[in-house]
Antibody, heavy 114, light 110 residues
């Protein structure tokens, strides 16, 4: 069965960095584009970034452009999100999602606070 | 401010029917398929409807979806207490080159 497992969240100070990972299993990872989506506490869903199967096409939400970097390793069935220059407003649960957002991971909490 | 517009909350009694609307524009719903997600507090969203009106395996036919122009609707019949959750619509936006979601609708089953 399809499984997406995020890791790497935690508490970080404003201006700091964090790298999230998403381990995929149960499907051919290299066949699917992937996305990161976040949800601030008590708020709705916000798409963060998209990456195509071969990394040739990458998109970012304006709110994270220039600060976050999405990447993937198809040999390791893994998706990543490098988050730099973190701000308080980046505090959220971060989910990885497959393809047309049909499967979601369980999420990993990122808290940006001094 | 979400790109897609949903009514913040809706309520109904067990056994009744509710509809949840999602309004967008020509760059998103007008050109792309809509998905609907159910999120029970403290858990990840789950896909309920894809391609406007298709149900993934395991989703009961009490849940249905439709799309017309730049709007979409989720219908739930025979409401159960277990249906209490937040419901989100989502689609791709060609102008923004990204996924967009509604602000969510909180369903209360009285």
């Amino acid at each position: 069965q399809v499984q997406l497992v995020e890791s790497g969240g935690g508490l970080v100070k404003p201006g700091g960095s964090l790298r999230l990972s998403c381990a995929a299993s149960g499907f051919t990872f290299s066949d699917y584009y992937m996305s990161w989506i976040r949800q601030a506490p008590g708020k709705g869903l916000e798409w963060v970034s998209y990456i195509s199967t071969n990394e040739y096409t990458i998109y970012y939400a304006d709110s994270v452009k220039g600060r976050f970097t999405i990447s993937r390793d198809n040999a390791k069935n893994s998706l990543y999100l490098q988050m730099d220059s973190l701000r308080a407003e980046d505090t959220a649960v971060y989910y990885c999602a497959r393809g047309d957002i049909d499967y979601w991971g369980q999420g990993t909490l990122v808290t940006v606070s001094s | 401010q979400s790109v897609l517009t949903q009514t913040p909350s809706v309520s109904a009694a067990p056994g009744q029917t509710v509809t949840i609307s999602c309004s967008g524009s020509s760059s998103n719903i007008g050109k792309n398929s809509v998905s609907w997600y159910q999120q029970i507090p403290g858990t990840a969203p789950k896909l309920l409807i894809y391609d406007n009106n298709k149900r993934p395996s395991g989703i009961p036919d009490r849940f249905s979806g439709s799309k017309s122009g730049t709007s979409a609707t989720l219908g739930i019949t025979g409401l159960q207490t277990g249906d209490e959750a937040d419901y989100y619509c989502g689609t791709w936006d060609n102008s923004l080159s990204g996924w967009v979601f509604g602000g969510g609708t909180k369903l209360t089953v009285l």
